[in-house]
């Protein structure tokens, strides 16, 4: 992989982890939930710190990759009332066949309106310890339907236009959180996450089972029923989640969908532009408090394993 190549991967691998892992909102092809659903089954998400430990499980040969084990840390607060901001980090070693090690790392720095309609984002991306990239983005839009003005710096200045159902990281996770307390098996979406790409990336979600708590598994002594929770259950999972019910959860990233003169794109060209293999896929548990699990981030050369190693609830801040 060229360097450029490799930081793209980079940056994919901490975004589908970061944040509470994101996905599945009202985008293309999404059914709405009556209301009446909405007020009955309602996505609560909670602020958190959690640390996951990174490791490759698998690779092909022509990935050139013979070890990858790292860090990634992810800390959400705020409210409902007054926004949510991310402050990520994901440093992760590569040891390739011939290319030797390369340490990457990517830093970002989020805040998102309660009302969805505001995003703003800072992104930092080091190769070996060198600043490599920074990317500044600001989205915004007067009201809900409207499209969203998009700024970016890179640090070249650049502007584009985001479509209505664009959903950013937070409103994306809970409405995907509310997708599995209401029983909805697939969902896709318009997803911007503050990359590069001025333009949402179609993300097709489906949703497994609710599972019962790990904790309540184990009080039974079944071991069927703690593997069948997904997988085996970790002796290292924190006590926090294993309280928790959850959801085995699979998400498949696809490009981006835009045109090269910045029009919007047609039904067809959304529906050709899934009709390929995905770029990746992450498949992991989603907490009934919206706090992810332990994930698996599925590329076409290689895959990498992301386990909680600790987790911690922070104080919700007051609604003024």
Known sequence: MTT????????????????????AGQGAGATPLPQAAHEARAAHIVPYEVRYEVSLKSAQDRAGIVLADGVLASRLA?????????????????????EGTRETESRVVSWESADGNQFISRIER??????????SVVAERKAAGLPFRLRMSMPEK??????????????????????????E?????????GDEDAAAQQVVAIIGKRRAP??????KGDEGARRKNGKAESPATPQILRELAFWPVSLAYYGPVKRKDGSKPTDKEREAARAGLPEYEVHFRLYENGITGDALLVYPDYVLSARVVSASLLPMTPCK
């Open 4 to 23: 450029s190549l490799h930081m793209r991967h980079y940056r994919r691998v901490a975004a589908a982890v970061l944040a509470g892992l994101l996905l």
């Open 214 to 219: 790990l904790a309540q598994a184990g009080a």
């Open 158 to 183: 650049h502007s584009a236009l985001l479509e209505p159902q664009t959903l950013f990281p937070t409103a994306a996770m809970k409405r995907l959180l509310r997708a599995a307390m209401n029983g």
């Open 78 to 98: 705020g409210s409902a009332c007054e926004g949510w901001s991310t402050n990520s980090m994901m440093k992760v070693r590569f040891v390739f066949r011939r």
């Open 126 to 135: 080091f190769l070996n310890g060198t600043p490599v990239e920074r990317i």
């Open 185 to 193: 098996k697939n969902l896709s979406l318009l997803f911007y996450e």
